[in-house]
């Protein structure tokens, strides 16, 4: 066990470190890229408090209550993409160009190399911003900080990341039956931004479907809004079950669904 | 003029190619409008007001339908990266060489697609405007039709302009495309694409709208939401003007600095 543990930590590290080569080629791009996440999210600031000139509360959530939802949101979605978006969205690509091959042939996990090939040093900057936000907006609030719900947070935030990990991990293995996605690729990143959003805000839109269906079929909502929920609002030990419970599930249904799809990949080329 | 012509052709034939991705890749652009109207149904609840930034719900939630017209005439996507990776990797040569404008060439180019984009888009459109008609303020009054056609016209030049004058900075710096992502956010908020200005506070949208971009996105769909007076539309439509004559010598006098620096990479 410990061998094994020992050999994939290797190959992690190795992994990190031809990472770090490649961004540093391109340091002018990195530093770009990061004004311009900063950027990105200055705006996103600014339309929240647009809206919060005009309002107390957003179903239930005050505005910095909100400022956490979304520093929680961006928290993830940073560490999504620092570890794993560029990876997955390549996988789509590997299918179709017959790629995939020199993966299989590696005495290794294919799931485990498919998924760390690459990590984005520039997402992993954007963490602290996230962080920042968070701790901001948790300092404008009254509500007291304990380390049990610190602790809480801290899961959730990662369960959060396995669950979208999973959800993509599974669409994208979905490639070998459908090798064009390129619309769909942005329908994911649609679904994926819902969860910047209070969830309440989906309640009444069809009758209760549309949120129903976010939240256990498709569990896109839960992502963010568990977390922050957990922190400044109401802490609910069946909800960080059912998220565990999710994570997990996910992981090993998508792991499932991969090998399920491998047996339809035909390869390409001659 | 022919010459240009036959890249009209050709261009709108290669448009064409993939219809299925085409038809639903446009429904799945309309997805983020659920989140619209649901989130606006949210504020405006919080409220407690009928009027936010002097619109109701309703025509909150059709200037962000609205946008989507707007936008389909005035964004060119990948045209200033187009422009900025020619420059880099020395393609332009082949431009240079032929009696023809690079410029006009893609602006025949983009109205290739442009046409391409709004036949085959014109049924999905129609329908996500079908289902959200009880949000929608109704037809623009019928003195401001011409207008309101014209005035998305020349958005899409606008537009044009103004994101080919982005790509000539290439003549000048090595690696744009990444300021081009800084760009691109900043357009995004500029051009009221994200929400509409009039919820600012008056002193920065009074300077927001100075800019160039709320003439692409803003002012467009305010008119086409009956928002503007006959007046006011005419002041719309000399501003685009202005602004396209303005960005029409920047990228006319860049181009021709420009070119006086190319180096022409590659064999």
Not at chain 2, 35 to 62: K, Q
Not at chain 2, 180 to 194: D, E
């Amino acid at each position: 066990m410990t061998a094994v543990l020992g050999r994939y930590g290797r190959i992690l590290f190795c992994f990190a470190r031809n990472g770090l080569v490649r961004e540093l080629s391109f340091r002018v791009n990195f530093a770009v890229t990061v004004i311009s996440e900063i950027l990105w999210l200055g705006m996103m600031l600014v339309f929240v408090e647009v809206i919060f000139r005009f309002t107390k509360q957003i179903d239930g959530w005050s505005n910095h209550e909100y400022l956490f939802l979304l520093g929680t949101h961006f928290l993830i979605s940073s560490l999504f993409e620092a570890f794993f978006f560029g990876n997955l969205q390549r996988i789509s690509a590997q299918i179709r160009t017959g790629d995939l091959d020199f993966v299989l042939l590696k005495p290794a996990n294919t799931q485990f190399l498919l998924s760390f090939e690459r990590i984005s040093y520039t997402a992993l900057a954007n963490i602290p911003l996230g962080i920042i936000l968070c701790v901001y907006a948790f300092s404008q609030l009254s509500v007291s900080l304990t380390v049990k719900h610190v602790a809480m947070f801290v899961v959730l935030v990662c369960s959060g990341v396995v669950t979208l990990y999973s959800l993509m991990f599974m669409f994208s293995a979905t490639s070998v039956w459908l090798i064009r996605q390129t619309s769909a690729s942005h329908f994911w990143f649609y679904l994926t931004s819902c969860s910047k959003y209070p969830a309440e805000i989906y309640k009444p839109m069809v009758r209760g479907v549309l949120w129903f269906a976010l939240t256990f079929v498709f569990p896109v909502l839960i992502v963010a809004n568990l977390p922050a929920n957990v922190m400044v609002r109401v802490f609910e030990p069946y909800l960080v079950a059912y998220a565990l419970f999710i994570a997990v599930g996910l992981l090993l249904f998508s792991s499932l669904v991969f090998n399920w799809a491998l047996r339809k990949y035909r390869s390409a080329s001659s | 003029m022919r010459k240009y012509w036959q890249v009209f052709r050709i261009s709108l034939a290669d448009r064409f190619v993939y219809r299925t991705d085409f038809l639903i890749g446009t429904f799945l652009r309309f997805a983020p409008i659920v989140t619209t109207i649901a989130l606006w149904r949210a504020v405006y609840a919080g409220a407690g007001r009928e009027e936010i930034g002097s619109l109701r719900y309703g025509e909150m939630v059709s200037y962000y339908l609205i946008v989507m017209i707007a936008r389909a005439f005035g964004s060119m996507p990948g045209l200033a990266s187009t422009l900025a990776t020619d420059i880099r990797d020395g393609n332009l040569r082949k431009f240079i060489v032929q009696p023809l404008s690079y410029v006009i060439y893609h602006l025949h180019l983009r109205m290739a697609h442009k046409s391409v984009y709004f036949v085959m888009a014109a049924l999905p459109y129609a329908l996500v405007f079908f289902w959200c008609r009880g949000f929608l303020p109704g037809w623009p009054a019928g003195e401001l039709w011409p207008l309101c056609i014209l005035s998305l016209v020349l958005a899409f030049f606008l537009g044009f302009m103004i994101n080919m004058a982005i790509g000539l900075l290439s003549f000048w710096f090595m690696e744009v495309t990444s300021f081009m992502f800084i760009f691109m956010v900043s357009q995004y908020f500029l051009s009221g694409h994200q929400f509409p200005l009039t919820l600012l506070p008056d002193w920065l949208e009074r300077s927001v709208t100075l800019l160039p971009f709320a003439y692409e996105t803003f002012f467009p769909v305010m008119m086409l939401m009956g928002k503007m007076n006959a007046a006011e539309a005419g002041q719309l439509i000399a501003g685009q003007c202005i602004w396209i004559a303005i960005l029409s010598g920047v990228v006319a006098v860049g181009w021709r600095r420009g070119l006086r620096r190319y180096a022409a990479f590659g064999g």
